[in-house]
């Protein structure tokens, strides 16, 4: 039987039931259900239904929200029932989520979700040091204590600059290996990863058990698609798929998370790689 597993780690488990979590990936239509599309991708398309329809009309039946993504959480909620979506996650910015976790958690509640993304890192709240990496894994840590109380699950998301390295070891492990899988699981971005230089399957090897999702794109080649920040695609580019997708499974990734950072055309791109994806997954055995 052809098998991804969902998220393994016991802890993880123990703290939080996400559904069905020994996923068959038997036929296309049973690796549809592991794809999501993260909606940053598409906040150029007219108004949130219509970034919906676009997303459905592409394949997907699942979605990671930006926040509120501007709306209430009962307009959110008629709209993913509209178009029959599912919220895998939720990208929040840590300022918020030290401000404002009480109602950032109601919402994502409201709206049938059970997981916090930090997305990103400005400038400011960013270590320069591993002692301060070592610090902000700490507070990520208790954070993600704190969201696991109220029945929900924290995440990390990456981009190159956590690929620094202070005495051997990049900062995005520093991150991961002083906080517990409990309470901060992982979503690797494996493009940036790739552009940071380091390997992204060495990292889902390390990480076996703890990856939430994978953010899925795909990095182009010098002078390639300069307007649109030099991605592309999963498949389209330069990382080598056939490695990163069979490590992810065996690592019990639970969602492969279509993202572009600039697409010139987002329909276009997402239906490339929602297809691609279908087709590279369902073969792979765990």
Excluded: C
Excluded at 96 to 104: C, G, K, V
Excluded at 187 to 202: C, F, K, N, T
Excluded at 256 to 266: A, N, R, S, W
């Amino acid at each position: 039987m052809k098998l991804v597993k969902a998220v393994t780690s016991t802890l993880f488990i123990g703290a939080l039931t996400l559904g069905a979590i020994h996923p068959v990936l038997a036929d296309e239509a049973a690796a549809k259900k592991h794809l999501a599309l993260q909606m940053y991708t598409l906040r150029n398309v007219g108004t949130l239904e219509q970034q919906f329809a676009v997303a459905q009309t592409s394949g997907f039946s699942a979605v990671e929200l930006v926040g509120t993504q501007g709306v209430s959480a009962d307009e959110m909620k008629t709209l993913l029932e509209k178009y029959q979506l599912k919220v895998t996650s939720d990208h929040v910015q840590l300022a918020d989520l030290r401000s404002n976790a009480a109602e950032i958690i109601a919402f994502n509640k409201a709206v049938g979700n059970k997981v916090l993304v930090v997305p990103y890192l400005q400038i400011p709240d960013r270590p320069d040091s591993a002692a301060g990496w070592k610090k902000l894994a700490h507070e990520l840590d208790a954070l993600g204590s704190q969201v696991r109380k109220q029945g929900m699950v924290l995440a990390y998301h990456n981009h190159d600059f956590e690929m620094k390295k202070y005495g051997g070891k990049t900062a995005l492990e520093i991150l991961f290996d002083n906080s517990t899988p409990a309470n901060l699981q992982i979503e690797l971005d494996v493009a940036w990863i790739s552009r940071g230089g380091q390997d992204p399957v060495r990292l889902l090897k390390k990480y076996q058990g703890r990856i939430y999702a994978i953010h899925a794109k795909d990095n182009a080649g010098i002078g390639i698609r300069n307007d649109e920040m030099n991605f592309a695609p999963a498949g389209e580019g330069l990382l080598a798929w056939n490695e990163v997708l069979p490590a992810a499974v065996k690592a019990d990734t639970r969602w492969f998370i279509v993202e572009h950072d600039l697409p010139k055309d987002p329909q276009s791109i997402i239906r490339q790689a929602n297809q691609y994806l279908v087709g590279a997954l369902s073969p792979l055995e765990k």
